[in-house]
């Protein structure tokens, strides 16, 4: 990035340079009296017109837009001068400087552009002019004069506050010295390219040295050197006579200097990386080289922004150095828990001895991925950028698989385990087809990348002070295996004998994902389970929440792929349950209606976000939870219609069904959400087939791997819960119903629909028998006369009057309201004679007899010691009269036969529990 | 029928001695050919230490006189170090032979302890050497020998670790001696320490009770009371979660001796899930029965398998024990098993239905008409079924039996009376009490 800005941004300013001066020259030529103003600044203008052109190629578009918008009003104005129309100068005038808002806030910068200043002073000599001109003013219309007469006002009090550019600028076009217009002119440029938010990173290094070009270091190198830069390569002319002191006495010289101020940030990646060159042992040179990947990080300083990928890139190779080094020359030691020797790198190559040196592997390696993470969050995902930035993750790969391997040799599995989640993190998300690409593009650029290769050595070769040079002994291509599961399985066991808890939770995460992308439901649960991840998630980190929540999100799609609808909808309903998908799952941001993020939750929630190609497609998943819950929700909805108590399997389906119940028309659906409920519509009348086809026409279902399976798995789970709700709503107005029939009309098999039937009656759900010998359903009188009816209701209110007489008993007497300690203590001296005393002191055991007349299984009601029971647990018994109202008379209500998914998940206990 | 077969399964978790006796029962069952048994048996012999035995097998195998050098050599290093180990053991043998001295020791370790060693100068190396005589005994074959040894060491040794091995082999040996109730009674003790033992990983507590439970059915299915005792064993929380992870063929032998066992319904339900879950993992025609009955009520499918069954209890050398009476032989768990799968199925089936047909019922249980009528007769009379049998159209009529609402009212109303007696009294009493003061 820096390097396509840096080259172009050069040649920019070059070619604007030349441009001005070919103006100025002209000016010079042509600095003729008689020529009138307007002509000149008309020549002056159409220059410039014609550079803003040569700047639309470099400049971002609203930039751009602004520009122009500016430059036509300009336009304008001369336009206006020629005729000498006041009246629509002001106008223009007031114009542009609104447009000078826009621009200044678009280009971040406080400083008017050369255009605006140029129309100033264009106007100022105009208007001098005319105010010279008396003849021409007396000719002036009344309202031309007066706006003339504003204009000069205006232009007078605008002006101050652009005096001195303004000055400035009439010294110089007018002035000889061309040179120092040049780089005015060019420092002006400059500027307005700098305060591009895009480019901030490099207005920092600005103002140590414009000149110095970063990027070309082979060549550009020992020309554009700083002073100190120029004194560094004197001190090293001559390669041979520098010695490990000089080396490092720079070296430290060049690490105090960082992060102070004046110190350009890649200014001290090149003096490092020539350090390193120069470098006289191999663990100098590792020592250098660690430095200088520090500082390549330090390029970048926000949080928010990437590091430039070129020295991203760099970055990577200079691991790859340091690895090769490191190989070669297996006593040097790295380590950041002890300060090493201060002369520790002096111990040159027959050295035998452990060197140590200070540093990280881990955490630069760490430090990589996430500057890799970064730039893939911040790159815009359809364009060619991302895509190129994608492949680079084969380079990273390498990276870390020699690290790691290094990292094993070395015995430190524990750090070895860090960077192998890494991996895991870079994989597991990815499906066969998409891990083949990725093995099949490395092995296919094995050509290109050698080239690339080659025309390095001989730049490393050009340099001439490589001391230590160092073979490439670690491979720099990926292995990976055939299959990911394989190179998954390598990794995960890794970090699951030595990783530390966060590792292995987020290694056992990508673990479930990506068994459940490879459609092993069970496999995945069971990981799920016995990891016990779902109690514990709550207390990790946010990003391991947005994995679980991701993996949650893949097993879901992932039982549904294998028709296992319940599981499916236990997985998902949580996800859906707030409605705060996209937030849940970081895959874009979502707006909450309520409450306003601050700026800070909104930099910090982008900061979380998965990138582009990591998504979960949401549609998929949306209309994946919401068939699902159909599928749940319509037969209980059905089953349960004149139960007000009835239990929702899906609240959030519920809801979307109110509502588009409430539509007054309904239309053809279009999103996800009609589709479904379109289905819904259709279920609920037992329809199974447009039910089926509605369902069928969404679009998603292209992005499913089997999708004919799977639609033909939703065919027969659409026809069953069909058959089922057509049970539960039309029962009641049948006698009986042939097995043909419903074959015939649900167009299932015998056996299917009679296991469905037989099911259903076993959970009480269908008031019905088989009559075996006629091959039909009976259906049995289940509906209470009016005066049973009747007759319960009265019972039922019976009950609760006693209840409540008991409640109001207990809150005089003997219950456990609040004022009874009060009342305890003024009678704490009978207390102990009587029998409230013992009622008291034994009321904190729980007295739990279960009754055997009533079904409810209510704790056991105390009375005093005359009704011989003794003691009742005090606070028990209110506890036990309201468990009573609920479940009470609920005995007689069918039983909800689904099962809550994610209910029985979590209660499946499989976990290895000791 | 060898993919129902489990040796593979279950041997590794057995000893090796417990190997023998499924090695047997496969050769019996002619299920594999006999001369790869033979081999896997020498195969086994050969980390023990029951040389002769590995002789004879040899020969009978490759049918000659001849013995191999090695096994030779290995029984002549056997019977030396035998003795090596009787007589390091031997102070302390002769001591426990004595039944006048070992009356001298009391419940208290450390006193038994300090008095041998006092006064008969047997140490803790006599000790330990009584453990690895008792083990060598075990691999020799002297099942007896190595059980008393062992249950003599346990009352002197004072390292959990060696007790608990010591236990496992005395577990080993009462098993192969037949000794079941001993056995079952060693069996509980290991069981405790194991859960109440911690262990240094998981796990190690999971293997242990794999092996518990795997050591467990040569137990459960030779004793009467065994098939309710498997239910308390295997049905426990953390056993039948290991179970799940780790053993999931144990299922089979749970879900047989769910359906042998008749008062076992309220865990019955529980079991079913859990079958249910499983059934990805872990599929046996015994367990596919039960979700034909209590899933899906596939009768069809439940005959089926029924008849499969059959074939796997046979073939299982835990389930399918002979009985030899007079000059018959039979299994008495299969004809148990069939008898109540029947009554699974029909009670099911009656619980949906309102009518069956005679032949149609039959059919379904495997059974003639005439033997269906006598059994459905029978089981009316015995007031197991709520139906009638309509011999005119030859079907079975149910008879319903949904709650009556008139019972219902009552139920609901009959403890309100008990409750405003209860209440007034309360008040009744707190009037005295008020009064009193």
């Known amino acids: 990035m820096a390097s396509k800005f840096w080259t172009q941004g050069g040649s920019d300013t070059e070619e604007e340079s030349s441009d001005y001066d070919s103006e100025n020259d002209d000016l010079t030529q042509t600095d003729d009296p008689a020529q009138t103003a307007g002509n000149r600044y008309l020549t002056v203008n159409a220059s410039d017109s014609d550079d803003s052109d040569t700047q639309k190629r470099v400049v971002r578009s609203a930039k751009d837009k602004r520009f122009e918008e500016m430059l036509v009003t300009v336009d304008q104005m001369k336009n206006a001068m020629k005729i000498n129309d006041w009246v629509s100068l002001q106008e223009s005038f007031d114009k542009i400087n609104k447009q000078l808002e826009k621009v200044m806030r678009v280009m971040e910068s406080d400083k008017a552009p050369t255009v605006y200043i140029k129309a100033l002073v264009m106007l100022e000599d105009f208007l001098a002019e005319a105010m010279a001109n008396k003849d021409a003013k007396k000719k002036m219309s009344s309202s031309n004069a007066k706006a003339l007469n504003s204009m000069k006002q205006k232009l007078k009090k605008n002006n101050k506050q652009y005096e001195e550019v303004i000055n400035k600028y009439r010294e110089h076009p007018e002035s000889e010295e061309e040179a120092e217009d040049e780089e005015e002119e060019e420092e002006e440029t400059d500027d307005s390219e700098i305060e591009d938010p895009t480019k901030l990173d490099i207005s920092d290094q600005e103002g140590v040295s414009e000149a110095d070009e970063p990027d070309d270091q082979e060549s550009g190198w020992m020309r554009q050197m700083t002073k100190k830069d120029n004194l560094l390569a004197k001190q090293f002319r001559d390669p041979k006579a520098a010695t490990w002191e000089k080396v490092n006495k720079w070296f430290k010289e060049i690490v105090a200097a960082r992060g102070r101020k004046g110190t350009g940030r890649y200014e001290q990646v090149e003096q490092l990386a020539f350090l390193s060159q120069v470098a006289k042992t191999p663990a100098q040179k590792v020592e250098i080289l660690f430095s200088v990947i520090s500082a390549q990080f330090d390029v970048n300083p926000g949080l928010s922004g990437h590091m430039p990928v070129s020295v991203w890139k760099k970055c990577v190779q200079n691991m790859l150095v340091v690895l090769d080094i490191l190989m070669q020359y297996p006593n040097i030691l790295v380590n950041d828990s002890v300060e090493p020797d201060e002369n520790e790198s002096e111990k040159g190559l027959e050295y035998t001895g452990t060197i140590r040196i200070w540093g990280n592997l881990v955490a630069f390696i760490e430090r990589v991925d996430i500057e890799f993470f970064k730039s893939l969050q911040c790159i815009d995902p359809h364009t060619r950028e991302y895509v190129e930035r994608l492949r680079d993750e084969a380079l990273f790969l390498v990276l870390a698989q020699n690290v790691q391997d290094y990292l094993e040799q070395t015995g430190d599995f524990s750090a070895a385990s860090k960077v192998a989640l890494r991996r895991v993190e870079l994989i597991y998300y990815k499906p066969q087809e998409v891990y083949d690409a990725m093995r099949k593009f490395t092995e296919q650029s094995e050509d290109n990348g050698e080239e690339g290769e080659e025309s390095k050595v001989p730049e490393e070769g050009r340099a001439p002070t490589m001391f230590i040079v160092t073979p490439e002994l670690v491979p720099r291509r990926p292995t990976f295996p055939e299959n990911s599961r394989t190179l998954m399985d390598r990794l995960v066991s890794l970090i699951y004998k030595h990783g530390d808890e966060r590792t292995k939770a987020r290694a056992m995460l990508c673990d479930i994902y990506h068994h459940a992308l490879f459609d092993e439901f069970s496999t995945s649960r069971d990981l799920l389970l016995m990891s016990h991840l779902q109690e514990n998630v709550q207390l990790m980190d946010i990003s391991t929440q947005i994995l679980f929540n991701r993996a949650m999100a893949q097993l879901g799609l992932c039982a549904f792929r294998v028709g296992l609808i319940a599981e499916c909808h236990g997985c998902l309903s949580e996800l859906y349950s707030g409605g705060r998908v996209k937030e849940l799952l970081a895959q874009g941001i979502s707006q909450s209606r309520y409450h306003e993020k601050t700026l800070e939750q909104e930099r910090l929630e982008r900061r979380r976000q998965m990138p582009y190609h990591m998504y979960i497609n949401l549609e998929l998943l949306e209309a994946v939870h919401l068939i699902c819950a159909m599928l749940l929700e319509v037969p209980n909805m059905v089953a349960n219609t004149n139960d007000v108590k009835h239990k929702i399997i899906s609240k959030n389906f519920c809801r979307l069904l109110e509502i588009s119940e409430r539509q007054t028309f309904t239309g053809l659906p279009e999103n996800v959400r009609d589709h479904v409920m379109a289905a819904t519509r259709a279920l609920t009348k037992g329809d199974h087939e447009s039910a089926f086809n509605i369902i069928k026409s969404l679009d998603t279902w292209k992005l499913l791997k089997n999708k004919d399976s799977v639609l033909e798995m939703l065919r027969a789970n659409i026809k069953e819960e069909a058959l089922r709700t057509y049970l539960f709503t039309y029962s009641s107005s049948y006698d009986s119903l042939s097995l043909d029939e419903l074959t015939k009309m649900f167009d299932l098999s015998e056996v299917q629909v009679h296991s469905l039937v037989s099911k259903m009656m076993v959970n009480e759900e269908l008031h019905a028998s088989w009559d075996q010998p006629t091959r039909s359903i009976i259906f049995h009188e289940v509906e209470h006369t009016r005066l049973q009816a009747l007759a319960f209701q009265f019972t039922e209110k019976l009950s609760i009057l006693t209840d409540s007489n008991e409640r109001a008993i207990e809150a005089r007497i003997g219950g456990g309201g609040l004022e009874l300690p009060m009342r305890r203590r003024e009678n704490q001296d009978y207390a102990g004679a009587t029998g409230g005393a013992g009622r008291w002191a034994e009321g904190g055991t729980a007295f739990n007899q279960g009754r055997q007349g009533t079904s409810e299984g209510r704790s056991g009601y105390g009375g005093g010691r005359a009704s011989g029971m003794g003691q009742g647990g005090g606070y028990l018994r209110d506890r036990a009269g309201q468990a009573r109202g609920a479940g009470g008379y609920s005995s007689q209500v069918s039983r909800v036969s689904h099962m809550d998914g994610l209910g029985r998940m979590i209660s499946l206990n499989r976990g290895v529990r000791v | ?437």
């Not at chain 2, 190690?204 to 065994?226: K, T, V």
């Not at chain 2, 039996?401 to 008139?406: K, T």
């Open chain 2, 1 to 437: 029928m060898a993919q129902y077969d489990f040796t593979p399964r279950i041997a590794p978790n057995l000893d090796r001695h417990l190997v023998f006796p499924l090695l047997e029962f496969l050769q019996d069952s002619k299920l594999y050919p006999d001369e790869e048994i033979l081999k896997s048996k020498i195969e086994l012999l050969s980390k023990t230490n029951m040389v002769d035995y590995a002789m004879d097998i040899h020969k009978s195998l490759y049918h000659t006189d001849e013995v191999p050098q090695d096994m030779v050599e290995r029984r002549a290093e056997v019977v030396a170090r035998l003795k090596a180990l009787e007589e390091a053991a031997a102070p302390l043998v002769v001591f426990l032979q004595n039944h006048n001295a070992v009356q001298e020791l009391r419940a208290d370790k450390h006193y038994n302890l300090q008095m041998l060693n006092d006064r008969y100068q047997i140490g803790s190396q006599q000790i330990e050497a009584l453990y690895q005589f008792a083990k060598f005994q075990f691999e020799c074959g002297n099942y007896s020998g190595a059980a008393d040894y062992l249950y003599q060491y346990r009352a002197l040794c004072t390292n959990s670790e060696r007790s608990l091995s010591a236990l496992w082999g005395k577990l080993a040996a009462e098993i192969l001696m037949q000794n079941w109730d001993t056995a079952f009674e060693e069996l509980n003790r290991l069981k405790e320490i194991i859960d109440s033992k911690n262990f240094a990983s998981p796990l190690n507590q999971i293997q242990s009770r794999i092996w518990l439970m795997h050591w467990s059915l040569f137990i459960f299915f030779n004793n009467d009371n065994g098939r309710t005792q498997i239910i308390d064993l295997f049905n426990q929380d953390k056993y039948i979660n290991t179970i799940q992870t780790s053993a999931p063929h144990l299922l089979r032998y749970l879900a047989t001796a769910f359906i042998v066992n008749k008062r076992r319904r309220t865990q019955f339900k529980d079991f079913i899930k859990i079958i249910q879950q499983e059934h990805h993992s872990f599929k046996d025609p015994i367990t596919e029965f039960l979700a034909c009955v209590y899933v899906n009520y596939d009768f069809d499918g439940a005959q089926k398998k029924m008849k499969e069954c059959e074939e796997v209890i046979l073939n299982d050398p835990f389930l399918g024990k002979r009985v030899e009476q007079e000059n018959s032989s039979s299994v008495p768990l299969r004809d148990e098993f069939i008898e109540n799968a029947r009554l699974f199925i029909f009670e099911t089936y009656c619980r949906i239905h309102r009518r069956i047909d005679m032949g149609v019922l039959a059919e379904k249980l495997n059974l003639n008409y005439e033997e269906a009528e006598r059994w459905i007769v029978s089981l009316i009379r015995g007031s197991k079924l709520d139906a009638k049998i309509d011999s005119e159209s030859g079907t079975v009529v149910m008879e319903p039996n949904r709650p009556d609402v008139y019972e219902q009212l009552i139920e609901h109303t009959k403890g309100l009376s008990g409750r405003t007696y209860k209440l007034v009294s309360q008040i009744m009493e707190h009037a005295q009490t008020l009064a009193t003061r």
